[in-house]
Nanobody, 124 residues
Framework: QVQLVESGGRLVQAGDSLRLSCVAS????????MAWFRQTPGEERHFVAH????????YYADSVKGRFTISRDNAKNTVYLQMNTLRPDDTAVYYC?????????????????WGQGTQVTVSL
């Protein structure tokens, strides 16, 4: 079992930046592709960004492309989401997820392990 713990979410103003972190318990962290999803009340989780196990490939949802950057530090078993130029519609609970695969996946069902989520709120 892989345990994922997110942190870094908080209340910020529109235009601010924020960095989320997700630490994994799995020792073979580099074997897992990682992703960030987000969810607002009453909606399903939506894909935000994906990064391959070695960090060489990243993929983003159109809504965050150019503003968000996903990265990872395999020595620290940690994946990050740098969020810049935040907007009120970025408000959501952000989840990190992992899957044992070399391929990009943007659907929730493709990921085996999930964190508990961290709340990001962007005010005007």
């Amino acid at each position: 079992q892989v345990q994922l713990v997110e942190s870094g979410g908080r209340l910020v103003q529109a235009g601010d930046s924020l960095r989320l972190s997700c630490v994994a318990s799995e020792g073979a962290f580099s074997r897992y592709a990682m992703a960030w999803f987000r969810q607002t009340p009453g909606e399903e989780r939506h894909f935000v960004a994906h990064i391959s196990g070695n960090g060489g490939t990243q993929y983003y949802a159109d809504s965050v492309k150019g503003r968000f950057t996903i990265s990872r530090d395999n020595a620290k078993n940690t994946v990050y989401l740098q969020m810049n130029t935040l907007r009120p519609d970025d408000t959501a609970v952000y989840y990190c997820a992992s899957r044992s695969s070399l391929f990009i996946a943007t659907t929730e069902s493709k990921y085996q392990y999930w964190g508990q989520g961290t709340q990001v709120t962007v005010s005007l």
